[in-house]
């Protein structure tokens, strides 16, 4: 058997062979709802009177903490009371815990704050500059610990978080000195477009009309004059279009860019104790629909970690009213929708674009953002004022006496579902300051839960682990020299795994689903999350086709050398049904003046791609992109052989080419032991090697295929295994 493989081996073979054989399938598990208890819940609550004073003389007796409108049994109550410089204020008639501690109750004595600049003018910038050095003054603040970030197209750190007050205020300038690329509506442009267009729509109607009604050369010219009036109107059009899509474009990319930074600075505050703020500058926070989303993990995020942001609205005191952006554009539309000529439908646009515009131009006001931010987060909005600096007292003021709350949920289900919370005093005609609630699900480690991925997060937690539809899930490691922690996730289902919605009235279909993989340590703890929400839709002659396909999941992530757990979930949003899969990647020491190995992956199919579609992908060699099998078994009766591909790394200086030695085992078999001659390395210092084995020799079962690597002084093995079936 080794002489017949040995003959028929073929070296750098790219001509591997797409298996037809079907995935191999778990038994189906029977349905097992498992329950998971939820942390104790803690509240940061701040209550002041109508004049805005923080009320200091409640107890436990005096609130009421109501979970999705249940009341709940409040375990510990504490005023925590304190200035900026860090000394308990001594107050006469400070009032008694009601209730002690926990046990364990973590550090209240320091403040975290968070200085975020958002892109600003120049006028906001020197009003929110002002404002900052006036909030943090020129006193010690030895408890305070804020960091100074902007916000532009990335996020940049100014100062790490420090109590050092002379480099916090250097910080503040060097945000003020710092231009960005601050968004300019294109909207006043595109409405005078219109009314170009409607300037344009008359002149052709005139020259038509005049075209029909007179005759001889007077008709002709009327007629080319309609004519050309006819193209100017066209191309108006095709102006006001570019215009348009611009600004959506260009809203979607800030959104998402504001979001990001937010959402990266809120999550690195999950470990801290004490009180957590964001002070936001910023110009407005108009979120167009597709940020609408994403925005909501910032608050859920925020939620989450007890971190308040106090929004500020740096252009100060507004000479127009915020809404009357967004009136003029309904306005327009209006205009737009009366002035339509049926006859004339804009190619490329819906029916109903116009109507769905509505959405996004009813949060044009650029304070309903920055107003949703604070109410929903327990922080405070604060515009319509050119007295910044004044109003950020009251940040001081609630980050330095608030009431430490906590209360274990009378529904202890972890069904990843939002629980609203709700705090009530039994007496007093006060304000309340406090997080609006939480999603129940297990922690994802220091890495941000998005708002889709709540359900999948709960699959995952399940026993047995669901398995309502095949999936297949692997992790690849490639220390490239240039990325030598560098490691990949593939998942791969077939479309029709998914639900698949028909909207016979609109001839459409569409599918939402998550896929989602936790990379955890030895010590189980999420290092890692990995997702993606597919949200899909198309015409409905398309369906069959789309649900032929496949979904191929591949995401690159950095990690540490250990051995890691990988677990996936496929979750089908419709349903409410999931799959999960569990896999193990190992990530071995880097080391440059050491030989390196990649993981050895089997190949499933190869595409031809483009000379000039050049990928970053470690499995594209050359114009030939490499598809790797995730586990489905291949079928011998179709199946000529096996490709397979790995990727040697030499050390260091070496000029010496690596041996490679090739084995293929079968328990205590080994049908294959070959030498094999390496090409010399590429630009990039790699040993790219894909190759063919043939199968027709080997019977039905599981093999393991082994590669060897050694030069004088390192020697690294790695093998991966595949299946054959009859």
Excluded at 411 to 424: L, T
Excluded at 464 to 479: E, S, T
Excluded at 615 to 633: C, H, K, R, T, W
Aim: charged share 25%; aromatic share 6%.
């Amino acid at each position: 058997m080794k002489r017949s493989l040995l003959s028929s081996f073929l070296i750098l073979s790219m001509l591997v062979s797409t298996p037809s054989g079907l995935v191999a399938q778990d038994p189906p598990a029977r349905e097992q709802q498992i329950t998971f208890k939820t942390a104790e819940v803690l509240l940061d609550v701040v209550v002041k009177d109508k004049k805005g004073r923080v009320v200091k003389d409640l107890t436990a007796a005096d609130l009421e903490i109501y979970e999705d409108g249940a009341k709940q049994e409040i375990e510990s109550f504490r005023l925590v009371t304190r200035t900026s410089t860090g000394k308990a204020e001594e107050k006469e008639g400070a009032p008694v815990n009601s209730i002690n501690l926990t046990k364990g109750e973590t550090d209240v004595g320091v403040s975290a704050i968070a200085l975020v600049f958002d892109r600003l003018s120049q006028d906001a910038r020197t009003r929110a500059h002002d404002a900052a050095i006036s909030y943090v003054g020129e006193d010690s603040r030895p408890n305070d610990f804020i960091g100074v970030f902007n916000i532009d197209l990335s996020l940049k750190v100014l100062q790490n978080y420090t109590t050092e007050n002379a480099l916090i205020r250097q910080a503040i300038d060097k945000a003020a000195a710092t231009g960005s690329a601050s968004f300019v509506s294109n909207a006043e442009q595109a409405r005078s477009q219109n009314t170009r267009i409607q300037q344009l729509q008359q002149q052709a109607a005139a020259a038509a009309n005049t075209a029909s009604a007179g005759g001889g050369a007077g008709a002709a010219a009327a007629g080319a004059a309609a004519g050309s009036a006819d193209v100017d109107l066209k191309f108006a059009e095709m102006t006001r279009r570019t215009l348009e899509t611009f600004e959506v474009l260009e809203r979607d990319q800030q959104g998402y860019a504001t979001s990001n930074g937010l959402l990266a600075v809120i999550n690195s505050m999950r470990s801290l104790p004490g009180r957590k703020a964001v002070i936001f500058f910023s110009e407005g926070l108009a979120i167009p629909p597709n940020v609408v989303a994403h925005f909501r993990s910032v608050i859920n995020q925020a939620n989450r970690l007890n971190v308040s942001v106090y929004t500020i609205d740096s252009a100060g005191l507004r000479a127009t009213n915020p809404n009357d952006e967004a009136r003029a554009e309904i306005n327009a539309l209006g205009r737009r929708r009366v002035d339509h000529d049926p006859s004339r439908p804009e190619l490329g646009r819906p029916m109903t674009a116009m109507l769905e515009r509505n959405e996004d131009l009813l949060k044009l006001n650029p304070q309903s953002g920055l107003n949703q931010l604070a109410n929903e987060t327990g922080g405070a909005f604060i515009g319509d004022t050119n007295n910044i600096g004044g109003r950020l007292r009251q940040v001081d003021e609630d980050l330095h006496s608030y009431y430490l709350v906590t209360y274990s949920p009378a529904n202890q289900n972890v069904d990843g579902k939002f629980r609203q919370i709700s705090v009530k005093l039994k007496k007093g005609d006060h304000e309340v300051q406090t997080r609006k609630g939480y999603f129940a699900v297990n922690a994802t480690g220091y890495v941000p839960m998005l708002y889709y991925e709540s359900p999948a997060l709960v699959a995952i937690n399940k026993t047995p682990a669901p398995n309502a539809f095949p999936i297949k899930a692997l992790g690849f490691n490639f220390p490239d020299p240039s990325r030598p922690l560098r490691n990949i996730v593939e998942v791969q289902a077939a479309s029709n795994s998914f639900t698949f919605i028909e909207d016979k009235a609109k001839k459409t279909f569409s599918t939402n689903f998550t896929i989602l993989a936790l990379i955890k340590d030895q010590s189980k703890q999420v290092v890692g999350k990995l997702s993606r929400q597919y949200v899909l839709s198309g015409p409905l002659d398309k369906m069959k086709a789309t649900q032929s396909g496949a979904v191929l999941f591949y995401k690159e992530t950095d990690l540490p050398p250990g051995r890691y757990e990988i677990e996936t979930v496929a979750y089908d949003q419709p349903t409410d049904k999931a799959s999960v899969r569990r896999s193990t990647l190992e990530v071995p020491e880097v080391d440059e003046t050491k030989l390196r190995l990649s993981t050895v992956s089997i190949i499933n199919r190869v595409e031809q791609v483009p000379a000039s579609q050049k990928a970053e992908s470690p499995f594209q060699i050359g114009e030939v992109m490499l598809y790797p099998n995730l586990g489905d078994a291949f079928k011998k009766s179709t199946t000529k052989q096996v490709g397979f591909h790995f990727v040697v790394y030499p050390a260091k200086g070496e000029k010496t080419i690596p041996q490679l030695t090739l084995q293929v085992l079968q328990g205590s078999k080994m049908p294959a032991d070959l030498q094999l001659k390496l090409p010399a390395p590429d630009a990039q210092g790699r040993i790219q090697f894909a190759s063919a084995l043939p199968i027709d020799s080997l019977n039905p079962g599981t093999y393991e295929l082994r590669i060897t690597v050694k030069d004088g002084q390192t020697s690294v093995t790695r093998s991966q295994t595949f299946i054959i079936e009859p």
